[in-house]
């Protein structure tokens, strides 16, 4: 599922880049259906408690990616 089948990046934002594409693709995985996605975006887009999950999400990719860079 890793964009180039890699977690190693050039640079600490690369990875940070990584970490939020990664965040997407699970939620895609979770939710296939692109149009369910849309219909809810507005609901997550404006819940406070819902966008610190997804910042949690992004800090645990980043992590993976920090560990497998050593950095």
């Known amino acids: ?10 640079t600490p934002e690369e ?3 990584l970490a939020v594409k990664l965040s997407r ?3 895609k995985a979770t ?8 219909r809810m975006r507005d609901i997550y887009a404006n819940d406070p408690a819902m966008l610190i999950s997804i910042g949690q999400v992004v ?8 560990a497998a ?3």
């Open 31 to 38: 939710q296939p259906d692109e149009a369910a996605r849309n």
């Open 15 to 17: 990875g940070r880049a």
């Open 59 to 66: 800090a645990t990719e980043f992590s993976t990616i920090a």
């Open 1 to 10: 599922m890793e964009p180039n089948n890699t977690l190693i990046t050039d």
């Open 69 to 71: 860079n050593n950095y």
């Open 25 to 27: 693709l699970i939620i």
